[in-house]
């Protein structure tokens, strides 16, 4: 339990600050980028069909022998618009053992150069910026969003965008400046569902030190200001709130999932929703207040296949298996429901990490779990 119940935020936060991710590769395809996949796993699911698409051989990452003269680099997020045509974003440590952030794109099958994120080094003094997701709208044309840290070291949230194969210069997340008063942010999501519309999100420290969600969307190139997610001032009484995860179906169309404090109640999952451009107000994730009984629970991953049709997955602290997923059909989320299975199959809880809709009501989840000898297990489950 004490592992699979820490807070998402926190382990991003404390990767940010060490300059390092240690929790691993994410995977932040956008959802039409996903489908693919899922239909894939889907199918396979549905009978045994055979699931085309062979593995090639793994490759050094062009570039990075020569920027990572310090001998610690790592991916942290892949993302690919159609077949054969991605972005990767990661880090390395340079000869001066400062870490530095890279983005690399393929290019109808082969792999570039690596290079360091344009414009990055006149904004970070701290030697640790980090990179945290990158989505790609198409072939090309792509976004990544991570956080650095200033001359006056607080950590700040930057936000970058390729045009036509190439990467322009970070710059920091319009308005962040003014909510950011605490000095301590990040963007944790990005998602693009066409090129040059994009939404990121994350957290800040507000001037009260007290952790807020923000959410902030690029419209036809142009990143527009970031703000407090709607609704969750109300929600957030105990000053802990994050966005783990934004998931774009069409342009100004998305939704949101994370997690924040309601004082007595604990900790709680929340959903928002963007329509036409415009975020609406954040709610508990219905169905998790009677879930929830031990006041721990965030969502850590949405996904989206259509506007107004999205799967948000994540945890809860109960009697239950502790893994749940709630559906949004036509724009209104139904009732969250423990995975069926999850009770036996995991008597110390467990989580899931990471969901991917093909279609309304088609999508599969992956996750971990306590076994009976309280040794983390990982495990998969499909809607179909």
């Not at 390729?162 to 998602?191: C, D, M």
């Not at 999932?257 to 451009?277: I, K, L, W």
Request: aromatic residues 6%; proline residues 3%.
């Amino acid at each position: 339990m004490r592992v699979l119940y820490r807070r998402a935020a926190v382990r991003v936060a404390a990767a940010a600050g060490a300059g390092m991710l240690a929790a691993g590769l994410t995977a932040a395809a956008g959802p039409a980028r996903a489908e693919a996949a899922a239909a894939r796993v889907l199918a396979a699911g549905r009978g045994g069909a055979t699931v085309s698409g062979t593995w090639g051989t793994a490759q050094e990452i062009p570039g990075t022998a020569g920027l990572n003269a310090g001998g610690f680099a790592a991916v942290t997020s892949v993302s690919c618009a159609t077949a054969g045509n991605c972005s990767a974003a990661g880090y390395y440590v340079d000869s001066a053992g400062d870490q530095q952030v890279f983005v690399v794109t393929q290019a109808n099958g082969a792999w570039g150069t690596a290079v360091k994120v344009p414009g990055l080094t006149s904004l970070d003094n701290s030697g640790i910026p980090v990179v945290t997701s990158v989505s790609c709208g198409s072939a090309g044309n792509c976004s990544a969003g991570g956080s650095y840290q200033d001359g006056h070291g607080h950590r700040q949230v930057f936000v970058v965008a390729q045009a036509n194969g190439i990467w322009g210069t970070a710059k920091e997340v319009p308005g962040t400046a003014r909510l950011n008063a605490g000095g301590y942010a990040t963007v944790n999501s990005v998602s693009c569902a066409t090129a040059g519309n994009c939404s990121a999100a994350g957290y800040y420290a507000d001037g009260a030190g007290h952790r807020q969600a923000f959410v902030v969307t690029q419209a036809n190139g142009i990143w527009g200001t970031a703000k407090e997610v709607p609704g969750t001032a109300a929600l957030n009484v105990g000053g802990y709130a994050t966005v783990n995860s934004v998931s774009c179906a069409t342009a100004g169309n998305c939704s949101a999932g994370g997690n924040y404090q309601g004082g007595t109640t604990g900790e709680q999952a929340f959903v928002v929703t963007q329509t036409n451009g415009t975020w609406g107000k954040a709610e508990e994730v219905p169905g998790t207040a009677t879930l929830n009984t031990g006041g721990n629970a965030a969502v850590n991953s949405v996904s989206c296949p259509s506007a107004g049709n999205c799967t948000a997955a994540g945890y809860y602290f109960g009697s239950g298996g502790g893994a749940f997923v709630v559906t949004q059909a036509n724009g209104t989320w139904g009732t969250a429901q423990e995975i069926p299975g999850m009770a036996s199959l995991a008597p110390n809880g467990g989580k899931i990490t990471s969901v991917s809709c093909a279609a309304a009501n088609r999508c599969s989840a992956g996750g971990q779990y306590g076994d009976s000898a309280d040794n983390l297990q990982a495990f998969v489950v499909t809607e179909s």
